[in-house]
């Protein structure tokens, strides 16, 4: 399928206007580009990392939940993405784009009914997004995160930390330290051949660069 797509993560909704601003953005883009969002977690998952955390779930049980997690986001951004439509299955889509709405993909439909992932923390809504894009044959995703990219050391705590501008997923594991995203993703990465480009998204200018091919700030997992 010739599209894009874009998760938008939770921690962007910490910045309501800033959040808002991406979606108007991709609202905007929507007669020049076919773009599917998925939603990521954020608040909606962390009540259930909490809930994990004091009753020590099993794997299965918080897996789904954090997913049922992504639904609630999903119909957050749907309601601050004008002409966007909800929707929870593959053949929705393309009635979609012929209506020229941005489909907002609920994902635990299928990813309940399939369950085609491991259940642990090590997949989030990271993975998730790729599993989905390789399942409609597409092969670029945009992960939207409060940060610029992937680092050489935490910036937060390394003054000679550099922005890593494209790594393959074989190289980003072999780093084998905690990044910004999830455990399982460069495995699918390898596996599935998918493009990833990790951009802010407190800048949609940038995210709109990557949806035009336009050299920009980002990380590109390949």
């Keep these: 399928m010739d599209a894009t797509i874009i998760k938008i993560g939770?921690?962007?909704?910490v910045y309501p206007?800033?959040?808002?601003?991406?979606?108007?953005k991709l609202s905007n883009a929507s007669n020049r580009y076919r773009i599917i969002v998925v939603p990521g977690g954020g608040e909606f998952t962390d009540v259930v990392r909490d809930a994990d955390k004091r009753f020590r779930l099993s794997?299965?049980?918080?897996?789904?939940?954090?997913?049922?997690?992504?639904d609630?986001?999903?119909?957050?951004?749907?309601?601050?993405?004008?002409?966007?439509?909800?929707i929870n299955q593959f053949d929705q889509i393309q009635?979609?784009?012929?209506l020229h709405q941005i489909p907002v993909f609920l994902p635990s439909n299928f990813m309940l009914n399939n369950d085609p992932l491991e259940n642990s923390w090590d997949v989030t809504s990271d993975s998730?997004?790729?599993?989905l894009a390789s399942r409609l044959c597409?092969?670029?995703?945009?992960?939207?995160?409060?940060?610029?990219?992937?680092?050489t050391c935490d910036p937060k705590t390394c003054s000679d930390a550099q922005?890593?501008?494209?790594?393959?997923?074989?190289?980003?594991?072999?780093m084998n330290t905690r990044t910004i995203v999830d455990k399982h993703l460069t495995k699918l990465i390898v596996q599935l051949q998918i493009k990833c480009f990790i951009v802010n998204g407190l800048f949609p200018e940038r995210v709109e660069a990557v949806l035009n091919g336009q050299k920009t700030i980002y990380t590109l997992i390949y």
Excluded: P, W
């Design 17 to 24: 206007e800033k959040l808002k601003a991406l979606c108007t």
């Design 163 to 174: 922005l890593i501008d494209q790594i393959s997923a074989k190289q980003l594991e072999a």
């Design 128 to 131: 998730i997004a790729v599993y």
């Design 72 to 86: 609630q986001y999903g119909f957050l951004l749907s309601d601050l993405i004008g002409g966007s439509k909800v």
């Design 10 to 13: 939770g921690s962007l909704a």
């Design 59 to 70: 794997n299965g049980v918080s897996h789904r939940m954090a997913i049922l997690g992504m």
């Design 95 to 98: 009635n979609a784009f012929d």
């Design 138 to 151: 597409i092969s670029k995703v945009v992960l939207a995160k409060d940060v610029e990219g992937i680092f």
